[in-house]
C-alpha cells in the first residue's frame, strides 16, 4: 500500500496576511462594537450587532485555518495597528458613526483584497477568504441602505 505523508505548509507571505486579516477583523470588530454603544438609534445598534456576530464567525474560522497551516494566530504586535479613539463618540451623531464605522470597513476591505491578490494561495483558501468578503460586503451594503433611509425620512 502506497501512502504519501504529505502536509502542505502554507507560504510565509500567505500565513502572514491571513494573520494580518485576522488581527484587523479582531480590532475593526472592538470599533463597531465601541461604536454601537455610542448611538442611541436602536436600528443602528442592531446593524452593528449583526456585523459582530458574523464577524466574530469570520474570525473563528481564520484562527481555525491559521492553526491548521501552523501558525500561531495571536496578535503580532508589528501587525497591530493604532485604533481610532472613541472616546468623544457618546454624544456624537448618526452621522459621525457611520462615518466612522466606513473607516474601519475599509481597512477590512484592504485586508481581504491583500489576501486575495496573492497568487499562491491555494483554492479552498482563496474561496473561503471570498465568501467572507461577500458576507461582509453584504453587511456593509445593509449598513449603506440603513443610512440612505435615514437622510429621506
Given at each position: 500500500m502506497y501512502t504519501t505523508n504529505f502536509i502542505y505548509k502554507a507560504p510565509a507571505g500567505v500565513l502572514e496576511?491571513?494573520?494580518k486579516l485576522f488581527t484587523v477583523l479582531q480590532q475593526e470588530g472592538v470599533n463597531f462594537q465601541q461604536a454601537a454603544m455610542a448611538t442611541d438609534?436602536?436600528?443602528?445598534?442592531?446593524?452593528?450587532?449583526?456585523?459582530l456576530q458574523e464577524s466574530k464567525q469570520y474570525i473563528n474560522e481564520l484562527k481555525c485555518q491559521i492553526e491548521s497551516l501552523g501558525g500561531d494566530p495571536e496578535i503580532d504586535s508589528d501587525l497591530s495597528f493604532a485604533t481610532p479613539e472613541v472616546g468623544g463618540l457618546k454624544m456624537a451623531t448618526e452621522k459621525e458613526v457611520?462615518?466612522?464605522c466606513?473607516?474601519?470597513?475599509?481597512?477590512?476591505?484592504?485586508?481581504?483584497?491583500e489576501i486575495l491578490n496573492q497568487s499562491v494561495i491555494l483554492k479552498?483558501?482563496?474561496?473561503?477568504?471570498?465568501?467572507?468578503l461577500n458576507g461582509l460586503l453584504c453587511s456593509f451594503l445593509q449598513f449603506?441602505?440603513?443610512?440612505?433611509?435615514?437622510?429621506?425620512i
Open positions: 496576511s491571513l494573520k438609534n436602536r436600528q443602528l445598534r442592531e446593524t452593528l450587532a449583526q456585523f457611520y462615518e466612522y466606513s473607516k474601519c470597513e475599509n481597512r477590512i476591505l484592504v485586508a481581504y483584497r479552498e483558501l482563496r474561496s473561503m477568504v471570498r465568501y467572507q449603506r441602505l440603513l443610512k440612505d433611509s435615514f437622510k429621506r
